[in-house]
């Protein structure tokens, strides 16, 4: 990918060009400066470092890289930080853009980084954070090349306070791995299993001592969703006071609602849900009466309030399965050509924003029927600024959905929420929660 921030030595990363934060003068000091002489051969490169002389603060020259698995070595002189206010961000900004005009000079195709001055220098980590990133995405909107990142250590890659705070309190509030269970429950098997195509949707309370098993191949905690039958009786459950189901009917300790379809149709009390036709909902218990056909079932039972539980009858609108597959709608390539459309946006300016190289984005513009990896589908929605439900619609087209056991969605629905779509500023947050980042 075009970006990237990894864990590492940079003596260790192969690109062909590494930067080293550099002595002005002909001669290595501590830290990143004498990692990189000893690495590559500290004689044969000091006699080449000689030959440059003395380099400027702001400035970079270069030499090869000898041992190091790189063609050349950027050197550059970052500033002692003093206060803030004597041009020390400015000349860390300088470091970076010396060193890229350096490296494209060369014709290279990739660079490796560190995070300049922050070490002996004493540049605040945070702003420094800043100013690589703020570079490099300026770059990479205009020219093609590999970037890293190379933090050696995650404690000297430090967020702004307010932003690692903030993304961290989202975090709190909305990572619940029982959501994650309960919501969005990814196997097929879990999510659906039709008994002639009802389902009834309850709650327990408490323990169930009577409870039906599930069935044998299901094996399930006692607090996750399943879905299963007893004596010819489909039924599901849901154990969570506030899991945004409906109830139907008064469910206590280890009662379930069920719905026997083989002749009978049951329904619960009247609690305000809707009836079926033909079916009783008066009294206490429950009352047989005629089956009802399926299409009202789908209209009066199944219209939104109880899609949202991913249990589900196959409904299908009338006519043949051409007439059915003619309603598709776009696919997830379609919509997004349809979006950068829409937006008024250039190819090139879509998968530079999305963290992708030209290659990969050549595939998908090929394919009608690309599958997409799900970080790809989010980089996208970074890229075109797409609001919550836009980004859902695409992940949905994709076969995905935002998930609130998932960091990673945690994370990129924060900086949605917030406007973040520097995709660089995104995946260095990504990076600090030790998360995937984004792109390809």
Same mark, same amino acid.
């Given at each position: 990918?075009?970006?990237?921030?990894?864990?590492?030595?940079?003596?260790?990363?192969?690109?062909?060009?590494?930067?080293?934060?550099?002595?002005?003068?002909?001669?290595?000091?501590?830290?990143?400066?004498?990692?990189?002489?000893?690495?590559?051969?500290?004689?044969?490169?000091?006699?080449?470092?000689?030959?440059?002389?003395?380099?400027?603060?702001?400035?970079?020259?270069?030499?090869?890289?000898?041992?190091?698995?790189?063609?050349?070595?950027?050197?550059?002189?970052?500033?002692?930080?003093?206060?803030?206010?004597?041009?020390?961000?400015?000349?860390?900004?300088?470091?970076?853009?010396?060193?890229?005009?350096?490296?494209?000079?060369?014709?290279?195709?990739?660079?490796?980084?560190?995070?300049?001055?922050?070490?002996?220098?004493?540049?605040?980590?945070?702003?420094?954070?800043?100013?690589?990133?703020?570079?490099?995405?300026?770059?990479?909107?205009?020219?093609?090349?590999?970037?890293?990142?190379?933090?050696?250590?995650?404690?000297?890659?430090?967020? *702004?306070? !307010?932003?690692? @705070? $903030?993304? =961290?309190?989202?975090?709190?509030? %909305?990572?619940? &791995?029982?959501?994650?269970?309960?919501?969005?429950?990814?196997?097929?098997?879990?999510?659906?299993?039709?008994?002639?195509?009802?389902?009834?949707?309850?709650?327990?309370?408490?323990?169930?001592?009577?409870?039906?098993?599930?069935?044998?191949?299901?094996?399930?905690?006692?607090?996750?969703?399943?879905?299963?039958?007893?004596?010819?009786?489909?039924? *599901?459950? !849901?154990?969570? @006071? $506030?899991? =945004?189901?409906?109830?139907?009917? %008064?469910?206590? &300790?280890?009662?379930?609602?069920?719905?026997?379809?083989?002749?009978?149709?049951?329904?619960?009390?009247?609690?305000?849900?809707?009836?079926?036709?033909?079916?009783?909902?008066?009294?206490?218990?429950?009352?047989?009466?005629?089956?009802?056909?399926?299409?009202?079932?789908?209209?009066?039972?199944?219209?939104?309030?109880?899609?949202?539980?991913?249990?589900?009858?196959?409904?299908?609108?009338?006519?043949?399965?051409?007439?059915?597959?003619?309603?598709?709608?776009?696919?997830?390539?379609?919509?997004?050509?349809?979006?950068?459309?829409?937006?008024?946006?250039?190819?090139?300016?879509?998968?530079?924003?999305?963290?992708?190289?030209?290659?990969?984005?050549?595939?998908?513009?090929?394919?009608?029927?690309?599958?997409?990896?799900?970080?790809?589908?989010?980089?996208?929605?970074?890229?075109?600024?797409?609001?919550?439900?836009?980004?859902?619609?695409?992940?949905?087209?994709?076969?995905?959905?935002?998930?609130?056991?998932?960091?990673?969605?945690?994370?990129?629905?924060?900086?949605?929420?917030?406007?973040?779509?520097?995709?660089?500023?995104?995946?260095?947050?990504?990076?600090?929660?030790?998360?995937?980042?984004?792109?390809?």
């Amino acid at each position: 990918m075009p970006f990237q921030i990894i864990r590492n030595d940079i003596t260790k990363v192969a690109a062909d060009a590494i930067v080293n934060t550099a002595n002005p003068k002909p001669k290595y000091a501590d830290g990143t400066d004498r990692a990189v002489y000893t690495a590559a051969g500290a004689e044969q490169l000091l006699e080449e470092r000689k030959k440059i002389g003395e380099i400027g603060v702001g400035q970079a020259a270069v030499t090869p890289a000898f041992a190091l698995p790189a063609k050349y070595i950027i050197h550059t002189v970052g500033p002692v930080w003093i206060d803030g206010s004597h041009g020390e961000a400015d000349a860390v900004r300088s470091c970076y853009r010396e060193s890229l005009k350096l490296a494209e000079e060369l014709k290279c195709g990739s660079i490796a980084f560190p995070l300049i001055a922050t070490g002996n220098y004493g540049f605040p980590k945070d702003l420094a954070l800043q100013i690589a990133l703020s570079e490099f995405s300026a770059y990479l909107m205009t020219h093609e090349m590999d970037i890293t990142l190379v933090v050696f250590d995650r404690s000297a890659f430090e967020l *702004s306070g !307010r932003l690692f @705070e $903030d993304v =961290g309190a989202f975090i709190d509030e %909305n990572y619940v &791995d029982e959501a994650s269970a309960k919501e969005y429950v990814t196997s097929e098997k879990r999510r659906r299993r039709r008994f002639g195509g009802i389902f009834l949707i309850g709650r327990r309370r408490g323990s169930a001592k009577n409870a039906p098993a599930p069935l044998p191949d299901e094996e399930l905690e006692d607090d996750e969703p399943y879905i299963g039958e007893t004596e010819g009786v489909a039924f *599901s459950r !849901r154990d969570s @006071e $506030d899991d =945004g189901l409906p109830v139907v009917g %008064n469910v206590e &300790d280890g009662d379930f609602l069920a719905s026997h379809i083989e002749s009978n149709s049951l329904q619960p009390p009247d609690n305000g849900m809707p009836a079926f036709d033909g079916i009783s909902s008066a009294g206490a218990g429950y009352e047989a009466g005629p089956r009802p056909d399926a299409a009202s079932v789908s209209e009066s039972f199944f219209g939104g309030q109880v899609a949202a539980s991913g249990v589900k009858p196959s409904t299908m609108p009338p006519g043949s399965l051409d007439d059915l597959l003619r309603t598709q709608e776009e696919t997830f390539q379609e919509k997004l050509f349809s979006l950068i459309a829409e937006k008024n946006l250039s190819n090139a300016e879509v998968y530079k924003r999305a963290n992708l190289d030209r290659k990969h984005f050549s595939k998908i513009q090929c394919n009608r029927e690309y599958s997409p990896k799900k970080k790809t589908v989010l980089a996208f929605a970074i890229a075109l600024h797409l609001n919550l439900d836009e980004t859902q619609d695409l992940l949905q087209r994709a076969e995905y959905a935002l998930s609130p056991g998932n960091k990673v969605d945690l994370i990129v629905q924060y900086c949605i929420l917030n406007k973040i779509y520097d995709i660089i500023e995104v995946n260095a947050i990504l990076f600090k929660y030790q998360q995937p980042v984004l792109g390809a």
